[in-house]
């Protein structure tokens, strides 16, 4: 009788030592948001939208934070993300037909 009590004993306890590490690992990797999505393609996507599209960092960081569920140490990098300035390319003096 005592063996049954010790082995259904171990057996809960091993079940809630399970759940708990379950609960820890889902709240450390899934609810982050980042499991899907490198944060390089984040970066990129913002740097983008700032740089081409002419979007504020504000706006970015905020529509990006909220549909990704990104971390608020992340949405403060993206809102510090300053547009580029993008390279002219020189207009030759003078064009030719492409015939």
């Not at 706006?59 to 909220?66: N, R």
């Not at 992340?74 to 993008?86: C, F, G, K, M, W």
Request: charged content about 20%; overall charge positive; aromatic content about 6%.
């Amino acid at each position: 009788m005592v063996t049954m009590l010790t082995i259904f004993l171990s057996f809960s306890a091993f079940l809630v030592g399970l759940a708990l590490v379950w609960r820890l690992a889902y709240r450390a990797g899934f609810a982050e948001g980042r499991s899907t999505i490198p944060l390089h393609l984040i970066r990129a996507l913002a740097k983008h939208r700032v740089s081409c599209d002419g979007e504020a960092p504000q706006i970015v960081a905020a529509d990006l934070g909220e549909a990704l569920l990104l971390p608020p140490d992340e949405i403060r990098r993206l809102q510090e993300i300053r547009p580029e300035v993008a390279e002219k390319t020189p207009v030759p003096g003078k064009l030719r037909p492409a015939s």
